[in-house]
């Protein structure tokens, strides 16, 4: 596995690093944040989401809602990238968050 980029963002205090054994738009890959100032993890806040990519976050929105599902976020914009996600609970109170692909594939350039 290698580092496949890092990006820094002091506007909204955090860092993210990708890690993978492939390009990102060929294979998964682990997204790891570093948020300023935080000292410690416990296993409570130590896992964010798993995040899951989508052709379209405002309908993926919609059918989670439909099928009784939990928005946190609602789909648009994320501050600092401009890539438009949209997140959700399941019933064991994980968090997911969807994607915009294209957004997604325009943060790769």
């Known amino acids: 596995m290698e580092l496949l980029r890092k990006k820094d963002n002091p506007e909204n205090k955090y860092t993210i690093a990708m890690m993978g054994y492939g390009?990102?738009?060929?294979?998964?890959?682990?997204?790891?944040t570093y948020n300023?100032?935080?000292k410690k993890y416990?296993?409570?806040?130590?896992?964010?989401?798993?995040?899951?990519?989508t052709d379209d976050?405002?309908?993926?929105?919609?059918?989670?809602?439909m099928y009784g599902g939990q928005i946190t976020r609602e789909p648009g914009p994320l501050p600092g990238l401009n890539t438009?996600?949209?997140?959700?609970?399941?019933?064991?109170?994980?968090?997911?968050?969807?994607?915009?692909?294209?957004?997604?594939?325009?943060?790769?350039e």
């Open 57 to 65: 976050v405002y309908k993926t929105a919609e059918a989670v809602k």
């Open 36 to 38: 300023y100032g935080v």
């Open 42 to 53: 416990s296993k409570g806040n130590a896992y964010a989401q798993i995040a899951i990519g």
């Open 23 to 32: 390009p990102e738009d060929k294979s998964t890959v682990l997204e790891l």
């Open 84 to 108: 438009k996600i949209t997140a959700c609970v399941d019933p064991d109170g994980w968090k997911t968050v969807f994607v915009d692909n294209i957004d997604f594939t325009k943060e790769l």
